[in-house]
């Protein structure tokens, strides 16, 4: 309802909001899809390169954070709460950071992800599930409640892959092929990965409850 009185009052300015959620949504499936390619790749050169494109999608989050920061300080008058538009920036802005961090663990711990099929498995998982949420953005952009609905349950279900796949990574860590320092190492990991689904998942239900006070 409050959309559409201000969309009323001012007809574009409300809607630089949520191009810059789908922006920031996109950017940060773009990231998991990069993730996804680093660990799936054989060419040092070319892990090279994509490291440095997971990087530089780091930076892009943070810039479109700001972004909204500024138009939110600019716009007395905003199409959704002040409050719930600066939190979703942020957990737009931390998914992509956690993103990233992932890939800089696998680094420092030296792991090979292609070795590990739970962690490839994660990885498809992660990449699905902010595809989900660029269409969640699109919805909320859109005022399609129904399909906000619908997206919110798929990432669920996404989450609740990566708790199986978690449940299969630990029996195998613990079926005497790994020692003790790559068991912790490989835990560090998916437990990142853990956190970047999670965001995504709690994403989803903010925008779901953004979308329930705009109806």
Same mark, same amino acid.
């Given at each position: 309802?409050? +959309? +559409?009185? %201000?969309? *009323?009052?001012?007809?574009?300015?409300?809607?630089?909001?949520?191009?810059?959620?789908?922006?920031? *949504?996109?950017?940060?499936?773009?990231?998991?899809?990069?993730?996804?390619?680093?660990?799936?790749?054989?060419?040092? #050169?070319?892990?090279? @390169?994509?490291?440095?494109?997971?990087?530089?999608? +780091? @930076?892009?989050?943070?810039?479109?954070?700001?972004?909204?920061? %500024?138009?939110?300080?600019?716009?007395? %008058?905003?199409? /959704?709460?002040?409050?719930?538009?600066?939190? $979703?920036?942020? $957990? /737009?802005?931390? /998914?992509?950071?956690?993103?990233?961090?992932?890939?800089? &663990?696998?680094?420092?711990?030296?792991?090979? *992800?292609?070795?590990?099929?739970?962690?490839?498995?994660?990885? #498809?998982?992660?990449? !699905?599930? #902010?595809?989900?949420?660029?269409?969640?953005?699109?919805?909320?952009?859109?005022?399609?409640?129904? +399909?906000?609905?619908?997206?919110? @349950?798929?990432?669920?279900?996404?989450?609740?892959?990566?708790?199986?796949?978690?449940?299969?990574?630990? &029996?195998?860590?613990?079926?005497? !092929?790994?020692?003790?320092?790559?068991?912790?190492?490989?835990?560090?990991?998916?437990?990142?990965?853990?956190?970047?689904?999670?965001?995504? *998942?709690?994403?989803?239900?903010?925008?779901?409850? %953004?979308?329930?006070?705009?109806?």
């Amino acid at each position: 309802m409050l +959309r +559409r009185i %201000i969309k *009323a009052i001012l007809p574009s300015k409300g809607e630089v909001f949520f191009n810059m959620f789908v922006e920031a *949504a996109t950017n940060a499936h773009e990231a998991a899809i990069v993730f996804t390619e680093i660990i799936n790749t054989n060419d040092k #050169t070319r892990e090279a @390169q994509l490291s440095s494109d997971l990087r530089s999608k +780091r @930076q892009k989050a943070v810039e479109i954070e700001k972004k909204v920061l %500024i138009e939110l300080n600019n716009q007395f %008058i905003t199409p /959704l709460d002040r409050g719930d538009i600066q939190e $979703l920036s942020v $957990l /737009l802005l931390k /998914l992509t950071k956690r993103i990233v961090k992932i890939n800089q &663990k696998l680094k420092i711990y030296s792991i090979d *992800a292609r070795a590990d099929d739970c962690l490839i498995r994660s990885a #498809t998982t992660l990449q !699905n599930i #902010t595809k989900v949420l660029v269409d969640i953005m699109q919805a909320l952009k859109n005022g399609n409640y129904e +399909r906000i609905s619908k997206d919110d @349950q798929k990432t669920d279900e996404f989450d609740d892959s990566m708790i199986e796949d978690l449940r299969h990574a630990m &029996k195998e860590m613990y079926s005497g !092929n790994y020692d003790t320092m790559t068991i912790l190492k490989l835990k560090e990991i998916y437990k990142s990965i853990e956190n970047a689904i999670d965001t995504s *998942a709690n994403i989803a239900d903010l925008v779901m409850q %953004i979308s329930i006070k705009d109806m």
